[in-house]
């Protein structure tokens, strides 16, 4: 059977401008045993949909649809989390984002329904650029794979323990790169990425033994290995183990919406809070009239109410068009935050990121969030600095030159290997300290996410911001829950077509 010329998931078709499809096969074996990777016969006749609701789907191949919007979504949220190093530079948060948006675009164009490799990527780069991007790529595409599963936010392991694992998961050379809780189950899941330009068995075979770590984690959890190759068209491969003491999230249905479960659990939202910090802090380093609100519609109930962290495009959402009928975009701005609000609408902040085709924003109750924790992070840097000074010295320097002589700082130059070592020696330090403030950072999230949800903008950051409509500026909005992102409609190539 041929495949239809979109595809979506459930019954509903992607037909936003950035839309693609993309071929995934789903895989369930106990123990975890990667399965062979299909032909390309195989991938071309992909064609059923992924179905609607949280949780694993059965066996099968799939054609998912898709927008470029969901990955940049993706991109901009998985891997270390850096925000205690940028919490008190909070420009350098725009950079970050640079640095996982634009690789996307240099090495992958759309033509027609498909996603393929650039012809720099294929033939032009050398082998260890290609090396990196397919590590950055299976982060993303990782990433927005959990997301169709209903996984929440998830964390790179070498950022924090997860709830459940023994002391030996800080020391313990080769792990999972993500794990998170799904909150259809409360169960934790570990999540390994693996991605190049033709992702065969062997290193999916590796990444289900760095997947093994049930010595060290001693409660139920789900394994799920997300592999994504590149050749002749971008492709997924998932592999889950079969654990029937985990079960199927898609068997458990939940009636609490994304928001809810934020409005009830604290590490729920600690981990979204943490997230999205690259996302505040760049919206805190942007020049106070460069910020904007723009009003989205909340999300709808039903099943795709169930995965509030999918990315809804905002040009096809209903209650975002309705929205955008009853707000005045002369009126003044706390009125037209206010008409918002009395919609029963979301007043996000917006900030287009210098330099970038981006504009990006969040909710009141999540900016507060944010905000809290980054002043909790800031903290933890002070603490560092202050213990283990010696972790924080700086590289060898030049001084400049007195009466004609070259002097250098008393700092010691150190060895590649000596380097790391510092490196690792200060994130476990750190992950340390994180793990003895948890219960203030969750105090404190809590605290800034109420205050956010029934205050004001001007409480927030001593400003009402005018209303913003990027649509109409020539931005491709989406929307989450609680986030906001938009881009530059030409700045896509969206017409892009292969010779």
Same mark, same amino acid.
């Given at each position: 059977?041929?495949?239809?010329?979109?595809?979506?998931?459930?019954?509903?078709?992607?037909?936003? =401008?950035?839309?693609?499809?993309?071929?995934?096969?789903?895989?369930?074996?106990? %123990?975890?045993?990667?399965?062979?990777?299909?032909?390309?016969?195989?991938?071309?006749?992909?064609?059923?949909?992924?179905?609607?609701?949280?949780?694993?789907?059965?066996?099968?191949?799939?054609?998912?649809?898709?927008?470029?919007?969901?990955?940049?979504?993706?991109?901009?949220?998985?891997?270390?989390?850096?925000? %205690?190093?940028?919490?008190?530079?909070?420009?350098?948060?725009?950079?970050?984002?640079?640095?996982?948006?634009?690789?996307?675009?240099?090495?992958?164009?759309? /033509?027609?329904?498909?996603?393929?490799?650039?012809?720099?990527?294929?033939?032009?780069?050398?082998?260890?650029?290609?090396?990196?991007?397919?590590? @950055?790529?299976?982060? /993303?595409?990782?990433?927005?794979?959990?997301?169709?599963?209903?996984?929440? =936010?998830?964390?790179?392991?070498?950022?924090?323990?997860?709830?459940?694992?023994?002391?030996?998961?800080?020391? !313990?050379?080769?792990? =999972?790169? #993500?794990?998170?809780?799904?909150?259809?189950?409360?169960?934790?899941?570990?999540?390994?990425?693996?991605?190049?330009?033709?992702?065969?068995?062997? %290193?999916?075979?590796?990444?289900?033994?760095?997947?093994?770590?049930?010595?060290?984690? #001693?409660?139920? @959890?789900?394994?799920?290995?997300?592999? !994504?190759? #590149?050749?002749?068209?971008?492709?997924?491969?998932?592999?889950?183990?079969?654990?029937?003491?985990?079960?199927?999230?898609s068997d458990t249905p939940t009636d609490s919406?994304?928001?809810?479960?934020?409005? $009830?659990?604290?590490?729920?939202?600690?981990?979204?809070?943490?997230?999205?910090?690259?996302?505040?802090?760049?919206?805190?380093?942007? %020049?106070?009239?460069?910020?904007?609100? /723009?009003?989205?519609?909340?999300?709808?109930?039903?099943?795709?109410?169930?995965?509030?962290?999918?990315?809804?495009?905002?040009?096809?959402?209903?209650?975002?068009?309705?929205?955008?009928? $009853?707000? /005045?975009?002369?009126?003044?701005?706390?009125?037209?935050?206010?008409?918002?609000? $009395?919609?029963?609408?979301?007043?996000?902040?917006?900030?287009?990121?210098?330099?970038?085709?981006?504009?990006?924003?969040?909710?009141?109750?999540?900016?507060?969030?944010?905000?809290?924790?980054?002043?909790?992070?800031?903290?933890?840097?002070?603490?560092?600095r202050e213990e283990r000074?010696?972790?924080?010295?700086?590289?060898?320097?030049?001084?400049?030159?007195?009466?004609?002589?070259?002097?250098?700082?008393?700092?010691?130059?150190?060895?590649?290997?000596?380097?790391?070592?510092?490196?690792?020696?200060?994130?476990?330090?750190?992950?340390?300290?994180?793990?003895?403030?948890?219960?203030?950072? #969750?105090?404190?999230?809590?605290?800034?996410?109420?205050?956010?949800?029934?205050?004001?903008?001007?409480?927030?950051?001593?400003?009402?911001?005018?209303?913003?409509?990027?649509?109409?500026?020539?931005?491709?909005?989406?929307?989450?829950?609680?986030?906001?992102?938009?881009?530059?409609?030409?700045?896509?190539?969206?017409?892009?077509?292969?010779?």
């Amino acid at each position: 059977m041929q495949p239809p010329p979109w595809a979506g998931t459930g019954d509903t078709p992607i037909s936003a =401008p950035d839309a693609f499809n993309i071929p995934v096969f789903l895989y369930r074996s106990s %123990p975890l045993s990667p399965a062979p990777r299909p032909s390309p016969a195989q991938v071309a006749s992909a064609y059923q949909p992924w179905p609607m609701g949280a949780g694993v789907p059965a066996d099968g191949a799939y054609l998912v649809g898709t927008t470029w919007r969901a990955l940049l979504d993706a991109t901009t949220t998985v891997g270390r989390d850096i925000g %205690p190093w940028i919490a008190a530079t909070p420009r350098l948060a725009r950079c970050e984002i640079m640095a996982r948006r634009y690789p996307l675009s240099a090495y992958l164009v759309r /033509t027609g329904h498909e996603v393929v490799p650039s012809v720099v990527y294929s033939h032009g780069t050398e082998s260890s650029t290609r090396t990196a991007f397919g590590y @950055h790529v299976g982060m /993303t595409m990782a990433e927005w794979a959990c997301r169709m599963m209903g996984l929440g =936010p998830t964390t790179h392991a070498e950022s924090a323990i997860p709830q459940g694992a023994a002391p030996g998961w800080a020391k !313990t050379s080769s792990l =999972p790169d #993500l794990f998170g809780t799904h909150p259809a189950t409360s169960e934790l899941w570990l999540v390994e990425a693996k991605g190049s330009r033709r992702l065969g068995l062997r %290193p999916r075979a590796k990444g289900a033994k760095q997947l093994d770590v049930g010595a060290i984690v #001693l409660v139920p @959890h789900q394994k799920v290995l997300c592999g !994504t190759s #590149l050749e002749r068209r971008l492709f997924m491969m998932i592999d889950v183990e079969d654990t029937p003491a985990v079960g199927n999230a898609s068997d458990t249905p939940t009636d609490s919406p994304a928001g809810e479960t934020l409005e $009830q659990d604290d590490e729920a939202l600690l981990e979204l809070a943490r997230s999205r910090m690259l996302t505040y802090l760049a919206l805190a380093s942007l %020049p106070r009239n460069g910020l904007r609100i /723009t009003a989205v519609g909340r999300p709808e109930e039903g099943p795709a109410a169930e995965r509030g962290n999918l990315v809804r495009p905002l040009e096809s959402d209903r209650t975002t068009t309705e929205l955008r009928r $009853q707000v /005045t975009p002369d009126a003044e701005a706390e009125s037209q935050a206010e008409a918002i609000r $009395q919609q029963n609408g979301l007043d996000m902040l917006a900030g287009r990121l210098p330099g970038t085709d981006l504009m990006l924003g969040m909710s009141r109750r999540l900016y507060g969030a944010c905000r809290s924790l980054a002043y909790a992070e800031r903290r933890i840097v002070a603490r560092v600095r202050e213990e283990r000074p010696m972790y924080l010295e700086g590289p060898l320097r030049v001084v400049p030159p007195t009466d004609g002589v070259v002097a250098q700082s008393l700092e010691q130059q150190m060895s590649a290997g000596s380097y790391e070592k510092r490196v690792t020696e200060v994130q476990e330090y750190m992950r340390e300290v994180r793990e003895e403030q948890r219960h203030e950072q #969750l105090r404190a999230v809590r605290e800034g996410f109420t205050a956010g949800d029934s205050g004001s903008w001007t409480s927030l950051i001593s400003l009402a911001p005018r209303l913003a409509l990027p649509r109409e500026e020539g931005f491709l909005e989406a929307a989450t829950t609680d986030t906001y992102l938009a881009v530059e409609e030409e700045a896509l190539d969206l017409d892009t077509e292969i010779d």
